[in-house]
């Protein structure tokens, strides 16, 4: 990451909310959808940030996303929602979903709410920590387009139904949450993509070629493989924990499920993705003054734990620790953004946004 | 499995009731405790079954475990239960707990419920099935003594700390639900045992030595990895994944959490676990007939996944298969309990209960 050209954050999320303004999002929604979408990049997650600003803008031209859709309550209890996006924009329709979550979670001490007819929605743990922020514990969840392929299976069933739970450490909202966000195959799609890219060999277990056999020729993968790997390392668990996530996701939530689900290797239609969303209160459950000191300890225990041998040099983390460190690193040298990702946005703007977004390193 | 003794299913239960009374379980939970305990046995989860009888016994008689302790409400709302066992035993506590949750549920779409001062609770699946069989959605979660070291670490700071999803797909009794049931380390402890007894290696990916090297000596194996193996593969998910359900189910309930639970290699204490249990009725979120006909789908999908060559012979499951495959025969072949175990159960007897479960093959 060295070399990967950095930029300024307000003149990259001025420039996406540009971007999405032209491509049709209501005024009063780009901040927010900007503002999430470049969280991905801040948090090092490149491959599901601006990277994808192309993509998402194709989908508007191509009216496969409508930017104006509303969000709308299908069912409810004080507890429960079950929500439609109507094939609205993901990182506008995922964040009032979680932000309706968590005002019905303020009330009732929890909710659970499932989302049909949605899109891509950006990393999932932006969603838990809007839930953190507010002093709650927070569970996202998203299918998408086929990808994994099933244990044994030679070809892709599910996509890479990532999970997210975030745990608040603290009642001030500097107080870094634990963060977990989890693809359940072994490795999203994008490390396949920097191997490529990189002209190395891939760690058996991370995927399938054509045929559906494991490979460790990057340029040869094709599907990917579930959490675990092969039987015997338990690669029925990722797959079992990727299929939990798809029903809730698509036949709970009345949206498709992943061999149906729509994506950049899909058909050209709605994606029909769906989500699953869940807020708690930690005062539901114990005095959040005890809870806080308790996992504190605990944590501490954790980042305490003597290093194996084979892994000197490292140290054990907490989960989100190296997305808070991506973090806090691009507040103070700039956002890294890849040369080539740069160039995908300039020719964005070409069609009338300006492309004024300030290089920093 | 083939030399393994099978027994009659009515016998082995009426056995452990009276085990358990004479441990002094009350006489109306003994009915239940069997039942769920035996249930593992059923499913093909030996290490979960009647062969930790002689422990539990052995904790009774030691005062580590109180087999009459209530289980109270410390905090409650319309979808929330925050409970304490007491210390009471897992199979008559863990049970009652998910009954409370299940009407909880079932009267205001979901209920979410932590209990501290608990356990050893069984098989985590026992519990979601409970609520599938309501046509429910259940989780189950519980933390244990510690056994599963972090990422990078060399020694201990995690139970297995198991997860279990159940999802009925259909209203019928009988309609098979999908069950995942996983503990979140690559194996379970019983896996490493299963290899020494058999003198095999272990594959790589499964234990650390008592140095903290990753090892492929059974004999030498003294701590488990998380699910994901070593980093390349994943071990942050499965370390991840184990983090969050000890917070759950220590600082959240008010429990311990792994390091400080005790269990059979721990200190001569309560074990002080604890547990999260939650249901979600279907029809809160979808049209149960609708839920059931994508479910049905989206599972024969799954199914008919070619297989792929290195896997020729096997078919792709869904979570539950092995499981349910286990009951059907059990049903007609009888209750598999290996020799070693007998003899144990055999010794138990000795103090009084007479010893006269049937062996059928």
Known sequence: MADTPRFER???VTFVERVLRSAGVPADACPGAATHLVLADERGVASHGVARLPFYVARFRRGLI???????????????????????????????????????????????????HGNHFGIAGAYTLMAAREGMIGVAMT??????????????????????????????????PVVLDMSTSTVAWGKVEIA????????????????????????????LTPLGGPPETGGHKGYGLGVIVDIMCGPLAGAAWSARVSGARGPDRAAGIGHTFMAWRVDAFRDPDEFYADLATFLSELRETPVSPAYAGNRVLIPGDPEREAEREAGYRGIPI?????????????????FDIVRVA
């Open 10 to 12: 307000a003149s990259l």
């Open 66 to 116: 409508d930017p104006v859709a509303p969000l709308t309550v299908e069912r409810q209890t004080a507890a429960t929602l079950a929500l439609d996006a109507h094939n609205g924009f993901g990182m506008v329709q995922g964040p009032r979903a979680m932000g309706m979550v968590i005002d019905r979670a303020r009330a009732s001490g929890l909710c659970v709410a499932t989302v049909r």
């Open 143 to 176: 299918n998408a387009s086929p990808l994994v392929a099933p244990l044994f299976g030679s070809e892709a069933r599910l996509g890479t139904n990532p999970i997210s739970v975030a745990v608040p450490t603290g009642p001030a909202a500097d107080d870094p």
């Open 196 to 223: 490529r890219r990189a002209g190395t060999a891939l760690p058996l277990g991370w995927a399938l070629d054509e045929a559906g056999d494991p490979t460790t020729d990057a340029h040869a993968a094709r599907w």
């Open 338 to 354: 890849a040369a080539p990702v740069v160039t995908e946005l300039r020719a964005l703007a070409a069609t009338g946004v300006p």
